[in-house]
């Protein structure tokens, strides 16, 4: 609770600095706000205690799975708001707004793994759902960005009105909102119907959050339209916040869990990733490329619903994978793609010419999500195949490496465009330094994941 009460108070804090005028502060203020939550929240998780106790009504509980994932969530946010400072340069008056708006997705995020009540589940994930609306659309003038906020608004409604009309029913089914009441109700053998019904509109609502086929079709008009820093926020930590969320909410509704929702799951984790893969295969965009990627790496992370029990190490340790490779493609596309109107692929033509340290960079971040070695993105693949095998998965073991190798082609395009075509001009690229170091830290950091898994690997969670 310590944790989302700090990020609350510190969205508060980046509005307060805008009343008083105090814009130049508002990004180190912010920086260091965010380090020393992140200090707290490791500090809490090897202690084992929190330094604020549950609530009366067990509204925010604190576990290793939600400290592990808020560890996640802070430092993804961290590494995108020091980009902040230059993507908004020309904006600089409305910086606040922009700042506070992450801020509050970043509490919505750590209250959407953290709920010990349905209720505060559901108010984290509006919070995080209106700031990511508001921040699809930050760019009024731009017809793109217009498109995109209108279309994630719409969608995520329809999908906000499916899980909360799950939520009634379960809460029909088991007379309670809390989730330690609702997982002794629901063990019982005369739940209601109303149960399994309740809890498959939660997992419909959940899968459209997380942009898996069939509930997909958003995701690419949203992030191509959508201003570049925040299509990042959205491909990573709202990304890895709905499938946190949904794993949770799928270990503790777990009774629901009956062999036709496994066999739909399978069939959705096999479609997410094919669709995703082979779609991305014929784009010109890297924005959209990079979101039909994401949809192919739900997929994988889908595939630990299938081990609820298990498996909670496993998809964290696949999030940070995905997140870190993630922040780092999205750190030089936001560099290459300065001052474009668009982020076609011909952008990226002779980069090692112009930008050798975004070129190798961008490879590394490629590597990781094509699942190559050294690379942390080889290791979630690895760990989450080893689960399907001893659960007795094997098909999704089968077109997950299928999948895996789809993915190389379409990654290796890109690196090969900027080592062997010839861009417009040799002028070497001007990028500013928070982009790079970004780009850096974040490569960094996925393969310190790589070298040493049992960073994540060897949690209690």
């Known amino acids: 609770m310590s944790t989302l009460i700090a990020i609350s108070g510190l969205g508060i804090i980046c509005l307060l600095l805008e009343i008083f005028n105090l814009r130049k502060i508002l990004i180190p203020v912010t920086l260091l706000g965010l380090i020393a939550v992140l200090g707290m929240t490791v500090t809490e998780f090897y202690l084992g205690s929190p330094f604020i106790d549950a609530d009366e009504y067990n509204m925010v509980i604190t576990t290793g799975f939600s400290q592990g994932f808020s560890i996640l969530f802070i430092v993804l946010a961290i590494l995108i708001i020091t980009m902040s400072p230059k993507f908004y340069q020309d904006k600089f008056i409305k910086i606040a707004d922009y700042i506070a708006l992450k801020v509050f997705m970043l509490a919505g995020a750590i209250a959407m793994v953290s709920f010990g009540n349905f209720a505060m589940f559901f108010i984290g994930l509006e919070v995080l759902s209106i700031a990511a609306y508001v921040l699809a659309a930050s760019e009024p003038k731009s017809l793109r960005s217009n498109e995109a906020g209108m279309k994630y608004f719409i969608m995520g ?44 509109m939660i997992s419909v609502g959940m899968l459209f959050k997380a942009s898996v086929v069939p509930f997909h079709f958003w995701a690419p008009d949203v992030y191509e339209g959508s201003p570049t820093l925040v299509t990042a926020m959205m491909s990573t930590l709202v990304k890895v916040a709905a499938i946190g969320a949904l794993y949770k909410l799928v270990s503790i509704l777990s009774a629901g869990i009956t062999p036709a929702y496994q066999t739909a799951i399978i069939i959705l984790s096999i479609l997410t990733m094919t669709v995703g893969n082979l779609t991305a295969l014929k784009q010109s965009s890297i924005k959209r ?11 994988f992370m889908m595939m630990t619903l299938l081990a609820v029990g298990s498996s909670a190490n496993t998809v964290l340790y696949y999030a940070a994978a995905y997140g870190l490779a993630g922040i780092a493609a999205f750190a ?53 195949f080893n689960q399907m095998l001893e659960t007795g998965h094997l098909i999704l073991v089968i077109f997950g490496i299928l999948n895996s190798v789809i993915a190389v082609t379409y990654y290796l395009g890109v690196a090969n465009v900027m080592i062997t075509k010839e861009g417009e001009t040799t002028e070497r690229l001007r990028v500013p330094f928070e982009y790079k170091a970004v780009g850096v830290i974040a490569i960094a950091l996925n393969i310190l994941l790589g070298v040493f898994p049992d960073l994540i690997m060897g949690l209690s969670l």
């Open 157 to 200: 409604a329809f999908a906000s009105s499916f899980i909360l009309f799950g939520i009634a029913l379960v809460y029909g089914a088991t007379g309670s909102f809390n989730i330690g009441e609702v997982q002794i109700s629901s063990m019982l053998s005369n739940t209601p119907i109303w149960f399994n019904i309740g809890f498959l």
């Open 289 to 299: 490329m990079m979101a039909y990627s994401g949809i192919s790496h739900a997929g």
């Open 332 to 384: 030089v596309i936001l560099g290459v793609c300065r001052g474009k109107d668009n982020e076609d692929i011909s952008n990226f033509y002779g980069l090692i010419k112009r930008q050798p340290v975004l070129t190798g960079t961008l490879i590394c971040a490629f590597l990781s999500l094509s699942g190559i070695p050294i690379f942390a993105g080889f290791f979630a693949k690895f760990f989450v």
